[in-house]
């Protein structure tokens, strides 16, 4: 599990093994017991959320909006 990111508590990550086929681009996020999942792309958007309550979420949510370019790179890095 590559950890991309480390901010405010939070950490932003990819599993190693995201799907046959691929996933597409998004980013895993935890902070304490909560694990959230958001999309990348033109939108970010949340797929799921996992025990992250709300203001977590939101702050996640800010987290992955302004390092997006860089979370999008450090996927196609990885998983070419």
Known sequence: MPTVLRERGFRL???SDEGSPLEPCHVHVTKGDGEAEFWLGDEVAVAFNHCMNRRDLAMAMMIVRANRSA????WHGYFG
Request: glycine share 0%; aromatic share 42%.
């Open 71 to 74: 979370l999008e790179r450090a």
């Open 13 to 15: 990550f990819f599993y």
